[in-house]
């Protein structure tokens, strides 16, 4: 089982990034996916997540309007579209994927910065 985060980086406040998770090894067609960030000195939170069907998303209110979460079943993948980012944006951030088990990515960098 794999979960590869991809698409961190360094963006000035106001920029965009897409976060990329490519998922191997699960049917994670069935699997509900969560973006997750941890700042330095600060507890892991959850950002937002996608169900397996129907399409179903929600956010942190820290993060509603901003951030888009999105799925890709034919190409096991989950995306993160982060516009508008903040100072208080920058963490780690991490995919973790629920189902009849559950699996973490090993995280990728975001700095938002001036």
């Known amino acids: 089982v794999q979960l590869v985060e991809s698409g961190g980086g360094f963006v000035q406040p106001g920029g965009s990034l897409r976060l990329s998770c490519a998922a191997s090894?699960?049917?994670?067609?069935?699997?509900?996916m969560y973006w997750y960030r941890q700042a330095p000195g600060k507890e892991r939170e959850w950002v937002a997540f996608?169900?397996?069907?129907?399409?179903?998303?929600n956010y942190a209110d820290s993060v509603k309007g901003r951030f888009t979460i999105s799925r890709d079943n034919a190409k096991n993948t989950v995306y993160l579209q982060m516009n508008h980012l903040k100072p208080e944006d920058t963490a780690v951030y991490y995919c973790n994927a629920r189902g009849s088990n559950g699996y973490w990515g090993q995280g990728t960098q975001v700095t938002v910065s001036s």
């Open positions: 090894g699960f049917t994670f067609s069935s699997y509900t």
């Open positions: 996608i169900a397996s069907v129907a399409g179903l998303t």
